[in-house]
């Protein structure tokens, strides 16, 4: 019986080859000659072509004949990795219905013109074949092309003039140009309007110029399927021809700076599988006809301004959503709580509603969504407590993101999650004080965040000895107290690890070699520094605020991937290392408030790329080195505090062009203040204060450009703080530039982001008059020349200084009467005055009504309210005058506020601090609210 059956299909499978044979046609000749030839100029790394060999070229690897005429109408050649030259004789092959050359590195060379020469051609794919070069126009002949893919991410471009060529391929059905340049295709949409058969449209990243997408309004192309025009700056509002498309599945059209609502007509598009309008300037809510779309899996409208109550569009979402898996709607402007709605889309996998305005609490039957791996909820108004019934069936959840709400977690000690994260971010969370022992049972995470997190007490040792990959670890912000372990230097994996602001103590111990970011400041930790930070890896190394002594070891030098050092505000002492080298990376060095000596270092010269340094109150002494001028990107130089000398170099006017802020404050220079400082033209803060210059105030200071705006542009150029990768795409900020400074009296933080306006040339022995030029300085907002020996009036200019809050110039030589302009100085706060040879009758009203007899003490002259001494003539009269000054006053005030808040709002919003946990613009607000409450109460 077997024999038979066996002998029946050997019979069968004969047959099937001779009626092979018999279809199979010999290879044409002419066709075979063109292969060879296209074989010999072809390179193989390879060796895939090795099975061409013999007549019969359609039997070779990749060919395919037609099975009637015997003519080659497929060469398959995709994923064969050629490269070397297209030998133009395989333009012979006449029938060619498919060419596949996809994968291949052909180094740039543009696409053959031969290619237009295949009529029959209906599949062409060059995607990732390394063309360059421009599209040849030829392309355009092939009128029954059906498909082509040209894109190519790799590091040649493709680039088209026009798109006339295109708007030939009337037979088109898929059109990838994905990643060529096209910025120059101003007529890319009519040409594919010619397309009736579109069905995919891949224009990816394709430098498309702006294009108003409602410039067609006929559309030809209504059988599309898929548009992807992700990532070109079009500029443009959704078009209305989008919603008539009834069988479109996949629409991208994220990062497209489009604006305007998404209208209503969405909810037409029945057949939507996957809607992607992510990173655009889309506003208004999200509509409610979106409930009717039933097919989507995927949703992604992150990045936008959408607005509006998010429970309520989705309560009538989640009826139909059955499928959908991914909902972004992360980084916009929604309201609304969780209850009710987001346990009922049973297949959610990914849930991100991060960065909303969501309250209310997060319900139980989240854990109904048994499919869900990630869950980014941070950054909203979401309150109460989560417990083990939440994660019940939580099983394959893999990120957790809750920071940022007011979430407390109290789950049991004993309790085993059912999940098994890789990342967890609970930053501003309550978990503590324990640290969670639940942790201990997770053996894949890789990022944890539980920073501000109420955590009392030592770090658990099982921490260190993770089974898990761990590479980041931020416990930043609590109540750590105990030691840093000696294995730490054996957790190989480390990449970050942040305890900022505890109560760590003993000492630093050995750094393992793969760490990147290490922040250890404001700690009680002592010692001398570490034999080792790893190897070449750290990046960004934070000691500040501690008790550490001993001296920097030169080894400091040899990181060279190092971009921030800052071990300010410690005991360390000796001279700094002169072993600094040409290093493209360095950014900021912070070794401010120690105990250092001896010369700055020349090599620091050698820094190219540093923006700030920070060597103030320390012990230093010498000149300041010339090789300084080399850091052509310095913004901050701050040397204040030490004992250096010398004159001030003129090399600092010339070459530190960026200078923002430069202090040389309580030290030993002598000699003039140079001309050249007014080239500083982006200054904003000069203290030459406490040192031994003489001679008089340079006219030229009257023309630092960075003072004369006369308009509230706020210049965001000054705000840098070092940003890490946090838990699910959230920032944290560790490191702020921050400057000490006595303004309004007071000695205050700032960081520099404050645009803070100041020139304080004080305790020197400058002499000659005050330069009527300093009124030039529009946005001065302090002005310090107390105690040195200036002459002669007080220019009428100083009331020309809008924004000025604080006027020092007592202790000086000044005589003749307080001018009448100071009385248009409306945001005076601080004012000093005092023993100087001033005379005449105080001026009075606005803001110096304000000032107490302290302001004007030691003038012998003087006389007038605020002081006691009468002026014997009464000046009632003045009275209607001040009422009107006080109240333009309060609302210039009130503008200011009102402006300064605003604007700084906006510019956090619109760095890529979006999520810095430190949100120190709202501290700003609230103390200027604070001033502006105070004047308005010292008005009433
Ligand atoms: C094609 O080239 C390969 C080597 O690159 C060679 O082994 C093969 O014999 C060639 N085939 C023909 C038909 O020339
Ligand atoms: C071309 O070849 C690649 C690699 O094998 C394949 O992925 C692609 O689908 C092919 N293109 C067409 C149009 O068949
Ligand atoms: C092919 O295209 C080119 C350039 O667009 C054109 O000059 C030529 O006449 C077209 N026709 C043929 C048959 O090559
Ligand atoms: C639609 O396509 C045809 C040819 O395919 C063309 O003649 C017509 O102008 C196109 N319509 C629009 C509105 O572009
Ligand atoms: C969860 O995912 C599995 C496949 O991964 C799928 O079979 C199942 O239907 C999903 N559950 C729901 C409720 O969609
Ligand atoms: C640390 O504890 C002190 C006192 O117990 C408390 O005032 C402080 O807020 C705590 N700090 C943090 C970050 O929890």
């Given at each position: 019986?077997?024999?038979?059956?066996?002998g029946?299909?050997?019979?069968?499978?004969?047959?099937?080859?001779?009626?092979?044979?018999?279809?199979?046609?010999?290879?044409?000749?002419?066709?075979?000659?063109?292969?060879?030839?296209?074989?010999?100029?072809?390179k193989?790394?390879?060796?895939?072509?090795?099975?061409?060999?013999?007549?019969?070229?359609?039997?070779?690897?990749?060919?395919s004949?037609?099975?009637?005429t015997?003519?080659?109408?497929?060469?398959?050649?995709?994923?064969?990795?050629?490269?070397?030259?297209?030998?133009?004789?395989?333009?012979g092959?006449?029938?060619?219905?498919?060419?596949n050359?996809?994968?291949?590195?052909?180094?740039?060379?543009?696409?053959?013109?031969?290619?237009?020469?295949?009529?029959?051609?209906?599949?062409?794919d060059?995607?990732?074949?390394?063309?360059?070069?421009?599209?040849?126009?030829?392309?355009?002949?092939?009128?029954r092309?059906?498909?082509?893919d040209?894109?190519?991410?790799?590091?040649?471009?493709?680039?088209?003039?026009?798109?006339?060529?295109?708007?030939?391929?009337?037979?088109?059905?898929?059109?990838?140009?994905?990643?060529?340049?096209?910025a120059?295709?101003?007529?890319?949409l009519?040409?594919?309007?010619?397309l009736?058969?579109?069905?995919v449209?891949?224009?990816?990243?394709?430098?498309?110029?702006?294009?108003d997408?409602?410039?067609?309004?006929?559309?030809?192309?209504?059988?599309?399927?898929v548009?992807?025009l992700?990532?070109?700056?079009?500029?443009?509002?959704?078009?209305?021809?989008?919603?008539?498309?009834?069988?479109?599945s996949?629409?991208?059209?994220?990062?497209c700076?489009?604006?305007g609502?998404?209208?209503?007509?969405?909810g037409?598009?029945?057949?939507l599988?996957?809607?992607?309008?992510?990173?655009?300037?889309?506003?208004?809510?999200?509509?409610?006809?979106?409930?009717?779309?039933?097919?989507?899996v995927?949703?992604?409208l992150s990045?936008?301004?959408?607005?509006?109550?998010?429970?309520?569009?989705?309560?009538?979402?989640?009826?139909c959503?059955?499928?959908l898996?991914?909902?972004?709607?992360?980084?916009?402007?929604?309201?609304?709580?969780?209850?009710?709605?987001?346990?009922?889309?049973?297949?959610?996998?990914?849930?991100?509603?991060?960065?909303?305005?969501l309250s209310?609490?997060l319900?139980?039957?989240?854990?109904?969504?048994?499919?869900l791996?990630y869950?980014?909820?941070?950054?909203?108004k979401?309150?109460?407590?989560?417990?083990?019934?939440?994660?019940?069936?939580?099983?394959?959840?893999?990120?957790?993101?809750l920071?940022?709400?007011s979430?407390?977690?109290?789950?049991?000690?004993?309790?085993?999650?059912?999940?098994?994260?890789?990342?967890?971010?609970?930053?501003?969370?309550?978990?503590g004080?324990?640290?969670?022992?639940?942790?201990?049972?997770?053996?894949?995470?890789?990022?944890?965040?539980?920073?501000?997190?109420?955590?009392?007490?030592?770090?658990?040792?099982?921490i260190?000895?993770f089974?898990?990959?761990?590479?980041?670890?931020?416990?930043?912000m609590?109540?750590?107290?105990?030691e840093?372990?000696?294995?730490?230097?054996r957790?190989?994996?480390l990449?970050?690890?942040?305890?900022?602001?505890?109560?760590?103590?003993?000492?630093i111990?050995?750094?393992?070699n793969?760490?990147?970011?290490?922040?250890?400041?404001?700690?009680?930790?002592?010692?001398?520094?570490?034999?080792?930070?790893?190897?070449?890896e750290?990046?960004?190394l934070?000691?500040s605020?501690?008790?550490?002594?001993g001296?920097i070891p030169?080894?400091l030098?040899?990181i060279?991937?190092?971009?921030?050092i800052?071990?300010?505000?410690?005991?360390?002492?000796?001279?700094?290392?002169?072993?600094?080298?040409?290093?493209?990376?360095m950014?900021?060095?912070?070794?401010?408030?120690?105990?250092?000596?001896?010369?700055?270092?020349?090599?620091?010269?050698?820094?190219?790329?540093?923006?700030?340094?920070?060597?103030?109150?320390?012990?230093?002494?010498?000149?300041?080195?010339?090789?300084?001028?080399?850091?052509?990107r310095?913004?901050v130089?701050?040397?204040?505090?030490?004992?250096?000398?010398?004159?001030?170099?003129?090399?600092i006017?010339n070459?530190?062009?960026?200078?923002?802020?430069?202090?040389?404050?309580?030290?030993?220079?002598?000699?003039?203040?140079?001309?050249?400082?007014?080239?500083?033209?982006a200054?904003?803060?000069?203290?030459?204060?406490?040192?031994?210059?003489?001679?008089?105030?340079?006219?030229?200071?009257?023309k630092l450009?960075?003072?004369?705006?006369?308009?509230l542009?706020?210049?965001?150029?000054?705000f840098?703080?070092?940003?890490?990768?946090?838990?699910?795409?959230?920032?944290?900020?560790?490191?702020?530039?921050t400057?000490?400074?006595?303004?309004?009296?007071?000695?205050?933080?700032?960081?520099?982001?404050?645009l803070l306006?100041?020139?304080?040339?004080?305790?020197?022995?400058?002499?000659?008059?005050?330069?009527?030029?300093?009124?030039?300085?529009y946005?001065?907002?302090?002005?310090n020349?107390?105690?040195?020996?200036?002459?002669?009036?007080i220019?009428?200019?100083?009331?020309?200084?809008?924004?000025?809050?604080?006027?020092?110039?007592?202790w000086?030589?000044?005589?003749?009467?307080i001018?009448?302009?100071?009385k248009?100085?409306?945001?005076?706060?601080?004012?000093?005055?005092?023993y100087?040879?001033?005379?005449?009758?105080?001026?009075?009203?606005?803001q110096l009504m304000?000032?107490?007899?302290?302001?004007?003490?030691?003038?012998?002259?003087?006389?007038?309210?605020?002081?006691?001494?009468s002026?014997?003539?009464?000046?009632?009269?003045?009275?209607?005058?001040?009422i009107?000054?006080?109240?333009t006053?309060?609302?210039?005030?009130?503008?200011?506020a009102?402006?300064?808040?605003t604007?700084?709002?906006?510019?956090?919003?619109?760095a890529?601090?979006?999520?810095?946990y430190?949100?120190?613009?709202?501290?700003?607000?609230n103390?200027?609210?604070?001033?502006?409450?105070?004047?308005?109460?010292?008005?009433?």
């Amino acid at each position: 019986m077997e024999n038979t059956m066996n002998g029946l299909l050997m019979a069968l499978a004969l047959l099937c080859l001779t009626i092979n044979f018999r279809e199979i046609a010999a290879c044409i000749s002419t066709e075979r000659d063109a292969l060879v030839a296209f074989n010999t100029s072809i390179k193989d790394p390879d060796g895939r072509l090795h099975s061409w060999h013999g007549e019969n070229c359609c039997s070779w690897s990749g060919v395919s004949c037609s099975k009637k005429t015997g003519h080659v109408i497929k060469l398959d050649l995709g994923e064969y990795t050629l490269n070397g030259q297209i030998n133009p004789s395989l333009s012979g092959l006449t029938r060619l219905v498919y060419l596949n050359l996809s994968q291949s590195d052909f180094g740039g060379v543009p696409i053959p013109e031969f290619i237009g020469c295949f009529k029959m051609l209906r599949y062409l794919d060059l995607s990732h074949a390394g063309f360059g070069g421009t599209v040849p126009p030829q392309l355009g002949n092939l009128s029954r092309l059906s498909f082509l893919d040209l894109s190519s991410s790799g590091s040649h471009v493709i680039t088209a003039d026009d798109f006339q060529w295109v708007s030939k391929l009337t037979s088109l059905r898929y059109l990838d140009l994905s990643w060529l340049y096209l910025a120059a295709s101003v007529d890319w949409l009519q040409a594919v309007n010619m397309l009736h058969l579109l069905e995919v449209l891949r224009l990816n990243d394709a430098s498309l110029p702006a294009t108003d997408l409602n410039s067609v309004s006929q559309i030809n192309f209504t059988a599309l399927k898929v548009i992807d025009l992700k990532n070109n700056e079009l500029n443009s509002s959704l078009p209305d021809w989008i919603w008539n498309l009834s069988s479109l599945s996949d629409l991208d059209l994220s990062s497209c700076e489009l604006s305007g609502r998404i209208p209503d007509e969405l909810g037409k598009l029945a057949a939507l599988q996957f809607i992607g309008l992510g990173n655009n300037k889309l506003n208004g809510a999200i509509p409610r006809s979106m409930s009717r779309l039933c097919n989507l899996v995927h949703i992604d409208l992150s990045r936008n301004i959408l607005s509006g109550n998010l429970s309520e569009a989705a309560r009538s979402m989640f009826p139909c959503m059955k499928k959908l898996q991914i909902l972004n709607l992360a980084d916009n402007k929604l309201t609304g709580q969780l209850s009710g709605w987001c346990e009922h889309m049973a297949s959610l996998e990914v849930l991100d509603l991060s960065e909303n305005s969501l309250s209310g609490v997060l319900p139980t039957s989240i854990s109904r969504l048994s499919n869900l791996t990630y869950l980014d909820i941070s950054f909203n108004k979401l309150i109460g407590e989560l417990s083990e019934l939440h994660f019940t069936n939580l099983s394959r959840l893999d990120a957790l993101v809750l920071a940022s709400n007011s979430f407390k977690v109290v789950v049991k000690h004993s309790w085993f999650p059912p999940f098994q994260l890789t990342k967890l971010g609970l930053h501003g969370c309550l978990v503590g004080p324990q640290f969670p022992t639940w942790l201990q049972s997770q053996t894949r995470i890789k990022m944890i965040d539980l920073g501000s997190a109420g955590i009392r007490g030592a770090l658990p040792d099982w921490i260190w000895n993770f089974s898990s990959p761990m590479a980041s670890l931020n416990v930043s912000m609590n109540n750590i107290t105990g030691e840093l372990p000696a294995s730490l230097v054996r957790s190989k994996m480390l990449i970050t690890l942040n305890i900022r602001h505890n109560q760590l103590e003993g000492y630093i111990p050995d750094m393992p070699n793969s760490v990147r970011v290490l922040d250890l400041s404001h700690n009680n930790l002592s010692g001398s520094l570490p034999q080792s930070f790893g190897d070449k890896e750290l990046q960004y190394l934070s000691l500040s605020h501690n008790s550490l002594s001993g001296v920097i070891p030169a080894y400091l030098c040899d990181i060279i991937s190092m971009e921030l050092i800052d071990i300010s505000n410690n005991n360390l002492s000796g001279e700094l290392p002169n072993c600094w080298r040409m290093n493209s990376s360095m950014y900021v060095i912070d070794f401010s408030s120690n105990n250092f000596w001896g010369e700055i270092p020349s090599t620091m010269g050698s820094l190219s790329s540093l923006t700030a340094l920070h060597l103030s109150k320390n012990s230093l002494s010498g000149l300041l080195p010339t090789s300084l001028q080399s850091c052509k990107r310095l913004l901050v130089l701050d040397v204040g505090e030490n004992n250096l000398s010398g004159y001030i170099p003129t090399w600092i006017g010339n070459g530190l062009q960026t200078l923002l802020l430069l202090i040389l404050g309580s030290n030993q220079f002598s000699g003039e203040i140079p001309e050249e400082l007014s080239q500083l033209h982006a200054l904003q803060y000069l203290d030459l204060s406490n040192n031994k210059l003489s001679g008089s105030i340079p006219r030229s200071l009257g023309k630092l450009t960075s003072f004369l705006s006369r308009n509230l542009e706020w210049d965001s150029s000054p705000f840098f703080q070092f940003m890490v990768y946090g838990v699910g795409g959230a920032y944290f900020s560790v490191y702020k530039d921050t400057l000490q400074a006595t303004f309004r009296g007071y000695r205050l933080t700032f960081v520099i982001s404050f645009l803070l306006t100041s020139i304080d040339l004080s305790e020197n022995h400058l002499t000659g008059e005050i330069p009527s030029e300093i009124g030039n300085l529009y946005r001065l907002a302090s002005l310090n020349l107390s105690r040195n020996h200036i002459e002669g009036s007080i220019p009428e200019t100083i009331g020309n200084l809008a924004w000025l809050e604080s006027l020092d110039l007592s202790w000086n030589d000044l005589s003749g009467p307080i001018p009448q302009s100071m009385k248009s100085l409306l945001f005076l706060s601080f004012l000093n005055l005092s023993y100087n040879h001033l005379s005449g009758k105080i001026p009075y009203g606005n803001q110096l009504m304000t000032f107490e007899g302290d302001s004007f003490l030691g003038n012998e002259d003087l006389c007038g309210a605020p002081l006691t001494r009468s002026c014997h003539k009464d000046s009632d009269k003045h009275k209607h005058h001040e009422i009107f000054d006080t109240l333009t006053y309060m609302f210039t005030l009130l503008g200011f506020a009102f402006g300064f808040c605003t604007v700084s709002t906006t510019f956090i919003f619109s760095a890529a601090s979006r999520r810095a946990y430190f949100q120190f613009t709202d501290n700003i607000c609230n103390w200027l609210v604070a001033v502006l409450e105070r004047k308005l109460s010292l008005i009433r």
